[in-house]
Every structure is written in structure tokens, then in C-alpha cells.
């Protein structure tokens, strides 16, 4: 196709302003980050902010974590339905319900729409996890909880602001029903920064630009993504691949939980059905809608192209089903306080259905839970209750190209930092007696084996202790790929006067000074036959002390001595024999 | 007396010579020379032609550590840590940036795990002794660094930022033992907290530390034959200077030493012309940098990471790095199309071999430089004062394939990739400013660099700054800034008290203690008396619970108080975040001085003004494509004739032979009496 001069400035202009609506949602994050309370949103990240057309269609958006990759649509979808006819310049919107597009009732959304010259142009939309939304537990996320009233308030799209003003009325209702008032309206405020930065920038690119060539942006934003994405899936081979997988319980009992995908490639369609997955639990795993979206979403993102800025248009050939009440399509009254358990399920089972067809994009199955545990008591020095969270990082699995990563942090989150011992020390009456990588536990073998997970090792210093945790894979392994072995399990292990205990999900256990309570991830899957794995590696391996001399003449059937040395010729001896 | 400065970049060796006698300024360029750096000064030295002997002050900046790491070349290094510890190396801080990317690789770290080692000890928070340490499991250790030929050692103990005495005691034991190895301790680089930054950092400094030994033992014997008789300093990350012995100690703190001198020149620009608020934008020949100077004041951190990217989260270094914002759009960055067939620009450079394709030594790939050149903006005969005569054919046959993705003419193709370059720079620009809540119309933009000066007036416009300066020689402006830096060093203490046990007589024996450090310091190596100091106080302070802080800086100790130090916090707390909590306890997070010496260094002198008009320096006129303004007939002037308090109005080019600058239509160009053009 020949373009003349003027298309060639016009689709220079395209990139520019391109360039400047991510500069914008970046700002959105940054204001966001800077004015919020919570450590939850400036250290975990755990917020997004993104910008929509006046149709309601991702343009561009800014993750910490991927949680959030296909709520936002959704969650404006519900907003324009109740209040599309009465909506007008100077409203903000805000909600929370699992069952209108979200996730969990901490997650708060802010939508704002932007008009320009009277005309409604775009939305602007930040979401963010606050510390406290009220409920049964400080926190919010009550790990047995059995129905969402016991997960804090919950506003169903309300409007938050008329005039560009606050709703004095709406702030008093959240002052009065959460534990942590000033931190919830530090961050209600922190968001409405973030969504009125966009509306500001927004104004200026349009003025500067004129609707017409922002419009034709915002489109070839969308279809440039959606041909990419397209030729992608059509480059996949026509047919269905199904994968299956195991909840290892919902909070209220231990009960495993089958769930399952097919999906259907038909050309440059692609299908992902999680019919047959278990009804819904009384348990606090279950995901609402929303939260399947973006479970599926991040990974065909990981499919079709990880790094490009997230929109719309790659979404356009996926569609997504699921009969409703199941455990990925929860109805009221169920509690999805740990959705993110669920949802990185969604995700996994996906990964693991289109990893065969696409190697070069995808790693085998890895220790996949966040683990959150958290730790509590009183400080001896202080006599102040404290408590302390924390995801845990451990194995990825391996590519067909390298080794898996070791503890790195899980699918659902992103980029979130672990805890630095000495921080955490000075703060809390916490000792780490040991950070290490779980060599133990092991890693899936393979030609390229997965990554380790960790050992953190806390003692309680305090008194009045307690944990809560909630582990996922604690009985079902990561899997494996292209006849990879399996990785290893996540536990955590609690020590006090001589008895041991392994646990996964644990509502509260009340702990004595001087107990150890030891988080312990697992490693990812193997890729590739072991016995395929070069005897050099597999020396390195034992010289770093990541196998011992048992493992690697068991795993890999390769002859090795403590410090490195190979036997070659016993080596080949153990190889040939089949 | 004089004063000789050497700037090793990527393509090009910068030299600035000052003749205290004379007041002179004599530049150079020489071409890098990566196999032996030493050479590439040589080089500089004879193309200038000045006298070396009777210099009296020799200072240099470079790229020899961040090179020794990026490409991988430094020494078998090995760490030592506590006990349960020697893993959080390779655990690291466990994120994942590139968040789709089901591959995700981590950094590698720079000890591999069987030379990471583990020694039983155990000191707490507050600096107690838990477990003392069994210094009979270092032997073990030695042994084994022996039998794998390790060359360096880095150790690292938990919470050694509050007590070191066990890391000096493993250190004190493995230097006996191990003589000829180099041996970090982690507090010898940094006081600070956190275990796995500041384990990294003791291992990159232990990393290079052989290497850059041998370096400056070399350039020192190359210097000496020469006759420079004078002190020895080298340009830091910090905005300041060291000298050599201290430097061959501490490694790591050079990391980006040539930036680091570019925007401590920029600030020094901010105090001759009054403008104490200054964006700082450096082109050079693969990246562009941006730093903020607000009241006069570079702005210096110790969150600096080594090969961070949006995608990577790189390797910390806790050292103090003076804050800059790093894109991958220099002027020899090619532009390509991506997969959608957008055009974008970098990270990609065409470096200096074989360069931009108009240098005509073999570059077949459109670059920034290209694009320039093709609408107007250089004059081939006068690039690089004429010693590269730019190639018209091969630029357009390089820049054939940009106006073949977009249909359209070579010229048309010329404009596009630098509006694309510029959008890129615009975006780093207010990355530095608008997102960190300043207004551009609060500052000047100084531009620096050989390509600064080129963008520097449209960047400055769409930014909306008051003015745009170009200062003289712009493309020497870090040698320059070597020249007029003093030396600096900033001391760190981690103390994490709360406000209510914090008393006004601890924070003066804290400082007290650090002010200690640092007169030891300046005397041991640079031979000033203490009357010769300056010191700026600061304390990070945060609330209860938080995990960020805010340093609240403190320009002296008299008459200080707990009470208005928590009042400054409060303050500054709303500032940075928008928000305070009146009721919330606040406590002390650490205690920061930076400590600077007070040296003679040369002034700038105004303009000589003979011979100097702006008739003689008018050398015609010139058709550029100025893309939004149009292609259009620029007058051209030669810099080096314009007279002080000239004016002049754009479009307009004004070239000198390290640069060109060009000035928009609308613009107005003035010349202040220290020869910087001011551009509105």
C-alpha cells in the first residue's frame, strides 16, 4: 500500500501520541504511588491505572502486577449500564464488587470520565488494593470466611464525586466503616489524583492534536495490537487442547478441587472454556468473573507478545467462557477474598494447556501460590500488636532454552519486592535464621531443570504470637514439560518444643516465643528428558551444591563427585543403560 | 599552574585544559580506545598540544568500572556471609518487572554459588552481638579460595551497618591470610541497610577492584613520565572528586563517574547565570541523559541500579550516584520499525565505529545523526570542526529504508525520526520534572553534550521552560565540569530510632562521629586542614510503618532541635506525598552528611571580545526542515565570533566545532557575557 508524504507525518504523530498516553498512565501511577498510605500500593505495586475510549475499550494501561490485566473493562461496562444515561463531566465513579467486573472487595476502581468540549472522549480509571475495606478481619481478607459481608463494604458503582466535589456523604460511610480510616481515604484520595492527572493530560493532547487524529489513534492502537495478535494465534495450530489441574482447598476444608480449560483454536479465533471446573466454595479461593478475564488474559498476553504496552485490540480474537457459579465464575454470596489463589490457578491451567503449542513462550508449571502468610504477636519492647505479611518467591519452571528461575515471584504478582531481612528485624520482634534457596526440596529435573524455591525461616521473638497462611501446591506438583519431571511443593513448617508440623492453609494458629515457623516454596518443572541434561551442568549443579551426587546419578544418570569431579566413564555406563 | 581534565566516554576521550596563568581553555577530542584506555588520553594530550609538565592538578572520569561490569571482565570473586545467608545473592529481591513474560530471567549474580560461603556469627538490629564469630570457619574458606584461585573477596554480615566489628574481624583475618587478594568488607562502601543491596555492592566493588588497580597504576606511571608532578583525583558518582588511592579502595563509587560531572558542570551553569532551577539534558553518542538540579543543588541517591530497565531489575548499587534519567536515543541511534511497523528510534546505536552512516566509514543504518544532517542541520564541511566530512549519499541511501516503511520522501523520512527521537526525549524530560511534581516553567533547560545543542531548543519550547541554555563548548561540558568539581564525599549511618527515644544529643554524637570519619578522611587523602570543609546534614525520617522516607536536610547543627526536625519532616512529608500524619510516630531512619572540600577551582572567564561581531560571525544562510516549522532559510552563524550581549532571532543555526545549535522560528537567542546562548 503507498502512502504519501502526509501519511507518513500523520502515522509519526500516531506514535507520538501514542508515546505520551503511556507517559500519561505512568503518571497516573506514579501520582497514585506517591500519595497513597498503604504499603500494600507503594511497595507491592498492587494497583493499575488505564485509560478507555468513549466505547469503553482499553487504550492503555499500567500494571504492577498482573492482576489486573482484564478487569477494567469489564467494571466500566457495569458502571456505564447503571449510570450511562445520567453520567456527565465532573462524576467519578468508584466500586469494588467481585460481581460487577472486580476482584476483591479491597480492590478499589475509581472511573472518571473525561469530557472535552462537552463531548465524553475517554475514561480514565485507576484501581488499587487498600489495607482495610472493614468486615470480619483487620485486613479484610478473612482466610474462612464463608460470605462476602464478612469481607468489608462494598460499593456498587456509586458515584463518589458530582462536580468534580467528594461526596461528603460516601466519605463519612467509608470513615465509619473501616478500621483504617485515614489510610482508606488517603488512598481514595491517592486514586482521584491519579484519574483527574489523566483527565488534565488528556485535555492537552486533544487540544493540542484535535479529536479527529486522537480518535484515529486511539483505533490504530487497537487494530495495530489486534493484527499482531491475530496472526499469533493463527500462526497456533487449529484444534483443542484441554489441561487439568487441582485446588489444594479453599480455606474452610482441605478438600481438592478439579478444575479445567479447553481450549479452542479455530483460525485466528481462540476460545478458552473452564466448563466442568468445580461449582463455587464456601471458601474465600472462589474468583467472580473479572478475575477469570485477567487469568486468562495475562497469559495469552505472555502468548501473543509479553512485552507490548497492554490493550484492547490484543483481546479482540479471545473469547472467554465459563457457565456461571463455579469456583472461576462465583456468584453472590460467595467470598473471593483470596481470589488471587484462584485466579493464579486460571492462569496456570491455561499456561499449561498452550505451553505444548508454543515452547518459545512459555516455561513449565511453577510453585504458582503467593503463600501469603502472615505473622503476628506483641513486641516485647514495646508492648504494641504488630503483624507482619508476606508473599512468598520460589521456582519457576524451565524453558526449552535455559534452566528455570529460582525464587521469583509468582504469576498473579509482578513487581513486588520480598521483605529485607534487616528491615524486617529492626521492626519486628522477627528473627530470619535462614534465607536460602530450597535445595532440599528440590527442582523438576530435566534438559533444563526448574528453578529452586526458598527457605525463610523466621523464630518468634515475641509474645502472643499467631500465623495465618494460605499455600497453594502443597499436594499437587508443578508440572513438567516435553517429559520434564515434576517440581516440588510449598509447605509451611512450624516448629515449637520439639514437634514439627507441615501446613498449607491455616485460618489462625496461636505460636510461643522461641517457635519456628518456616515458609518453604517449592521448585519448578523440568523441561526435556534429564538424561539428555550435559554432564557438564549437571557437575556444575553438584559443585554449586544445587544436587547432591545422589540426585544427579538418580535424576540425571550422570556419575559425580561432591566437589565436581565426573566419572566418565561410569557416567556413560549409567547413561547407556537405557 | 594548570589544570588538566580527561572525560572517557563511549566514542570519544574529552580533554579540557586550563592555564591558570593565562585564564586559557584549551579542548580536545581523541578517539576512545577500549583495549587501553591509558592511550586514548595519551592521544587527547598530543592533539592539543599542551605542555604537560608543571600541571598541577590532573582529574579524569570514565567508563572503566561500569565497562568492567557490563561486559562481564572483572575478576573470580568470592562472599562470605552469615550463616543461612549466602543464598540472598542469587535470591535477590525476587521481582519481576517484565510482568508477561512467563520466562522471566533474574539477573545472574557475580559470585556463582560455590564460592559463596557461609561463616557462623550473628550480630542484631541494634548493633548487639547475638552470636559471636567462630573465625576458625573462615579457614575452610581460605582454603578453598585458594584452591579456586579466587582474586577478590567480598564479605557481608547481617546488620554490619549498626556494628561492623565482626566484618572486620573476617576482613582483618582473610587479608592475613590471603595476601595479594583484595578484600571488601560491605560497611567499608556503605553503612547503609538492607542485606541483599549492599552485599551486591561489596561484591561489584570486589568484582572490578583488581582491574581498576591496574588501570590507574598504569595511567599514574603514563602521567608521571609526563611530567604532571601534581595531585591525582578522579570524578565520582556523587557530583564530586577523590583521589586515586582512595578510588583503587573503593571502585564501585566511579560507577558513573563521567555523568556524574556533566551535572555538577550544569549546576555550576545554574549559579553563573542565576538560575538556580535547572533541567539537565546530555546528548551524546548512544543514550541521553536528564538530570534535575533544584535551588542550586544536584540531587544525589543511593538507590542507583546497575542495568535497571522497565523490563530488568538490574543489580543495586547503595553507593551515591547522582540522580539521572537514561534513554537509549543518542545521536547515533538507529531507527528501525517494530513489529506493527512503528517507527521508533534506539536503543540500537550506531557507536563510534562505524558510526552514523554520513560519517562515511562503513554505517549503512539510518541514525539521529543522519536525520539531522538530511534536513539541513549540519554543514558537512564543518562537522567536528571539519575533521569528518559528512557522506550526503550514504545517509540518504541509509535513510532510503525509513522512507520506504512510511512512503515517503528521504527528506520527509529525516523529520519523522526526529520527532520520534524528540518525543523520546520530551518523555524522559518531564519523567525527570512534571512526574516529580515540578513545573518546567520554574526552570532553565541546559543542554550538553556534541547533540544537546541540536535539540535543546525544541525540547525546551515544548517543555515550556523559561529558556534554554547552551553553554560554552557543549561538547565538552563533562571534562569541563571535572575541571571546576571539588572534592566530596558522602557518609551514611543507619540508626532506625523512634522520634520519642530520639534525643538532640544523640543526633550531634551521630554527626559528631561521621564528621570524625570524614576529617580523617580529607586529611589522609587529599592533605586539607579542616578549616577547608563544608558539611550538609540530613536525616531520612519516615512514619511508623512506612517503608519509603524523606531526607530532611539540615544546613547546620546550631540550635537544632527534635521538635523541628519532626516539624521539617512533616512538612517535607507533604511535599513529596501530598499527605502528613500529624498523629502518626515518626522515627529516624538514617543519618546523611555530605562532607566537601573547598579547593581553588578556575573561573570562568568572560568573553574576549576582540575581533568579535555579529557581522563576521554571520557565514550566510541554509535551507533546514525544521518539521513542524517548516522547511525553511536559517541564518548560520559561527559561535566563536559572536560578541557578548548579541541578539539574535531564529530560525537560526550557530556552529562550533563540537556542536550545533538551532534555533526555531519565534526564538530569540541571546549572548550573556560568559558567552552562553540563552534561548526563548
Redesign the interface.
Known sequence: ?????A???E???R??I???LL?TV??MG?VLA??S?S?VI??VLDFACGILDADGQLIVQT?G??LFTGTFGEQLASIRKRHGATMKDGDVFMTNDPFEGGTHTCDIALIKPIYVGGRLEAYAIAVAHWVEVGGSVAGSISPDAREIYQEGVRFPGVRVCRDDKLQQDIVELIRINVRLP?MAL?DL??EL?AVRIADMRLKEVFAKYGANVVHDTFSHILE??E??SRAAVKALPDGRYRAEDWIDGDGITDERIKVCVEVAIAGDQITFDFTGSSAQRPGPINCAYGALLSSAK??F??LV????P?NDGWFRPVTITCPPGTVFTARPPAPTGWYYEGSAQASELV?KALAPLAPE???AGSYMSLCGTYLGGRNPATGEMFVHIEPA?GG?GA?D??DG?????A?T??????Y????M???YPLR??????NTEGGAGAGRHRGGYG?IR?FEMLGDDGFFYTGIGRSIEKPWGLNNGGEGSNNYLEWRSNGTRQRVSRVPYQAVRKGDRVAVVTGGGGGFGDPKTRPIEEVAADV????LTPDQARQAYRVVVSAD?AIDQRATAALRAGG | MARLACDIGGTFTDLAFFDDASGALVVEKSLTTPRDLTRGIEDAIGLAGIKTAGISYFVHGGTTVINAITERKGVKTALITTK?????L?????????????????PTPFV???LRFEVRERI???GATIEPIVLADLDAIIARCKAEKVEAVAIQF??S?AAPAHEQEAAAYVRERLPGVPVTASHEITRE?????RANTAVLNAYVQPIVLRYFDTLERSLRGRGIDGSLAVMQSNGGTTSFAWAKEHPITLVESGPSAGVNAAALIARLTSEPNVIYLDIGGTTAKCSLIEDGHIKVTTEYKLEWSR?NPGYPVKVPVVDIVEIGTGGGSIAWFD??????VGPVSAGAEPGPACYGRGGTEPTVTDAKFLTGALDPDYFAGGRIKLDRVAAQKAMQKIADG????VE??A??VI??AD??MI?AL??VS????HDPRDFVLVVGGGGGPMHGAALGRELGVRATIVPRYPGYFSAWGMLVTEPRRDFVQTA?TRAGDMTIGRIRSLFDELVKEAEAYFRADEGLKPTDHRYVFGIDLRYL????WVTVPMPTLEGASVEGILADFHAAHER????K?DDTPVEFVNFRLTAMATIATPALTPLDEAGRSLKSAHKGTRKVDLGDDGRIEAAVYARDELPAGATLDGPAIIEEASSTTIVHPGQRVTVDKLGFLRIR
Not at chain 1, 1 to 5: D, H, S, W, Y
Not at chain 1, 543 to 546: A, L
Request: aromatic letters at 10%.
Open positions: 500500500m503507498a502512502k504519501n508524504g501519511g507518513a507525518a502515522a509519526v504523530t506514535e507520538i501514542r508515546g505520551k507517559a505512568d503518571e506514579i506517591r500519595a498510605m504499603p507503594y511497595e500494571n502486577i498482573t485515614t488517603g484520595n491517592a489524583a495495530s495490537s493484527k499482531l495475562t497469559i498476553k505472555a507478545d509479553p512485552q507490548a497492554s499456561w513462550r512459555f516455561s518467591v519457576w524453558t532454552a535455559r528461575t529460582s525464587a521469583l515471584i504469576t504478582d509482578g513487581d513486588t519486592y520480598n529485607s531481612v534487616e528491615l528485624e529492626a521492626k530470619v535464621r535462614r534465607y536460602a534457596l526458598a525461616e559443585r554449586d551444591g544445587y565436581g | 543461612g545467608f549466602r543464598d540472598v542469587e535470591i535477590a529481591r525476587g521481582n519481576r518487572p517484565d510482568l508477561y513474560n512467563l520466562r522471566f530471567e533474574k556463582p554459588r560455590y542484631g538490629p541494634n547481617l546488620h551497618y541497610w538492607r542485606e541483599y543491596e523490563t513489529r506493527s511497523g512503528a517507527l521508533k512510511l512512503g515517503c520522501s520527509e523520512a523529520v519523522a520527532r520520534v518525543a523520546d518523555n518531564k519523567l512534571i512526574q516529580r511534581g532506625l510503618g512506612q517503608e519509603h513529596a506525598f501530598s499527605f500524619l
